[in-house]
T-cell receptor, first 111, second 113 residues
Framework: AQTVTQSQPEMSVQEAETVTLSCTYD???????LFWYKQPPSRQMILVIR??????QNATENRFSVNFQKAAKSFSLKISDSQLGDAAMYFC????????FGTGTRLTIIP | KAGVTQTPRYLIKTRGQQVTLSCSPI?????VSWYQQTPGQGLQFLFE???????NKGNFPGRFSGRQFSNSRSEMNVSTLELGDSALYLC????????????FGSGTQLSVL
């Protein structure tokens, strides 16, 4: 069974600081993808970043980057220079036959 | 390019009724998937349709069904509603590959009384 685990139900960070959200997953595949999605209060899920497992280089999208540790099956999201608009639920996800989501981390930005 | 459109946004039903939710994907997208989101269970996969065929199905009872039309629009139906079916139902579309990101709609909030 494919599982995705997010061990931090809630996180908070001061505006302009850096925060890291954790995610671990389980898979029997050797080539796969991992995603971080953001769900703001509007409820619409938005892709933040995508990582391809066969690529050694960690994905980066502006202030968002990942720390992908394939052997440890760890896929954390780092948000640099946090902004008020980053406040949301963040979900880690792994697609196999279906897209499996973690339970989410609620991120609060403190002004 | 228009995004994924879900209708209605909010719905209130009573136990035993049935409900149909609609999802219009982004133009050109052939895959539509549905998810149920609740505070207790999080996001759970319901099913995925690709070119009018169900490609995958989650672990939900047969009361939950869906279909996809030739224009890729999709509907999901829940019959004999139960209180536990109260949830946010999200639809997402993509080109169809597992590598592709999903584009989500804003969801339908279903309340069963």
């Amino acid at each position: 069974a494919q599982t995705v685990t997010q061990s931090q139900p809630e996180m908070s960070v001061q505006e302009a600081e850096t925060v890291t959200l954790s995610c671990t997953y389980d898979t029997s595949e050797s080539d796969y993808y991992l995603f971080w999605y953001k769900q703001p209060p509007s409820r619409q899920m938005i892709l933040v970043i995508r990582q391809e497992a066969y690529k050694q280089q960690n994905a980066t999208e502006n202030r968002f980057s990942v720390n992908f540790q394939k052997a440890a099956k760890s896929f954390s999201l780092k948000i640099s220079d946090s902004q008020l608009g980053d406040a949301a639920m963040y979900f880690c996800a792994h697609p196999n036959e279906k897209l499996t989501f973690g339970t989410g981390t609620r991120l609060t930005i403190i002004p | 390019k228009a995004g994924v459109t879900q209708t209605p946004r909010y719905l209130i039903k009573t136990r035993g009724q049935q409900v149909t939710l609609s999802c219009s994907p982004i133009s050109g997208h052939r895959s539509v998937s549905w998810y149920q989101q609740t505070p207790g269970q999080g996001l759970q996969f319901l099913f995925e349709y690709f070119s009018e065929t169900q490609r995958n199905k989650g672990n939900f009872p047969g009361r939950f069904s869906g279909r996809q039309f030739s224009n890729s629009r999709s509907e999901m139906n829940v019959s004999t509603l139960e209180l536990g079916d109260s949830a946010l139902y999200l639809c997402a579309s993509s080109l169809g590959s597992r590598a592709e990101k999903l584009f989500f709609g804003s969801g339908t909030q279903l309340s069963v009384l």
